[in-house]
């Protein structure tokens, strides 16, 4: 006989064990290249993927497949350092079982980063793109299957899915701050081939501004079960066809690496004022 699956609850059992009364306010998931922001971490208590039942080891280079804990910018977080792709062959599963530990431990506002391609050629390599909405094309959606009541609805509303107001505070953060912040919609890729140049004109036309391979079935997660959203995607090449440059992993690791400063002080910033 097989063992049960784990669940959520199994996961925010062990976190309540190795920090006593932690309780997080703000979830926080690294993209590609950007984990140092969890080293700016005090206090922290870090636990091992492979120790929180259900959650999944990444199996990209980049993302380091641990939780951090601890105060960010006077607030208590919750710090994923590292997601799994819906490419490397996992299921909706993989993608919601982390979401709702973070749900369950206290968690009220998610803030998803990512690395992306611009579709705006006077966005690029190295700016910073606050996500205003998405355009899911990853051909499925992390709610398919039985719905679990107890998280949220069987039909959930994405109406402001990436909340305007914090969105609003991101954009008035990074003006005090001197980062220049695009805002656009993220189309959503499954991946793993980065997209053709057709592919590109496509989701231009379409109405998207960037384009990666992760962060949107997060989002719908989170929104499912009550989570605030807002996220910021790292530029890291423009997408195929509109410039010169190399797209490759490589690359977007080394352009994600060279902007995580701004980014770091930028969700720094961002929590230092969000009861302003």
Request: proline fraction near 7%.
């Amino acid at each position: 006989m097989s063992s049960p699956a784990a669940t959520p609850a199994d996961a925010a059992k062990v976190i309540a064990e190795r920090a006593p009364g932690f309780k997080p306010r703000v979830g926080i998931v690294l993209g590609s290249g950007l984990g140092g922001l969890a080293d700016r971490i005090e206090d922290a208590v870090t636990i091992s993927y492979a120790d929180l039942p259900g959650f999944p080891r990444p199996g990209v280079h980049g993302h380091a497949g641990q939780l951090v804990l601890g105060k960010l910018g006077g607030e208590p977080v919750a710090c994923m350092q590292g997601r799994v792709h819906l490419y490397e062959g996992t299921g909706p599963a993989a993608i919601k079982l982390p979401i709702r530990t973070l749900k369950l431990v206290g968690c009220e506002t998610l803030f998803l980063t990512c690395a992306a391609g611009s579709l705006r050629t006077e966005v690029g390599p190295g700016r910073l793109m606050a996500i205003t909405d998405h355009i899911n094309m990853q051909g499925t959606n992390p709610l398919v299957g039985p719905n679990d009541d107890a998280f949220g609805p069987r039909f959930p509303s994405l109406t402001d899915a990436w909340h305007p107001d914090l969105t609003g505070h991101l954009a008035w953060t990074a003006e005090g701050l001197g980062i220049a912040l695009a805002t656009g919609v993220y189309a959503a890729w499954l991946g793993p081939t980065f997209e053709t140049p057709a592919e590109v004109r496509m989701l231009k036309l379409l109405g998207a501004d960037a384009v990666g391979m992760s962060t949107v079935p997060e989002c719908i997660v989170a929104r499912h079960c009550g989570l605030d959203v807002v996220g910021c995607a790292v530029i890291t090449n423009l997408g195929v066809g509109l410039g010169d440059g190399e797209v490759s992993h490589d690359q977007t690791l080394r352009a994600a690496n060279a902007a995580a400063a701004d980014l770091e002080r930028l969700i720094v910033g961002f929590l230092e004022g969000l009861d302003r």
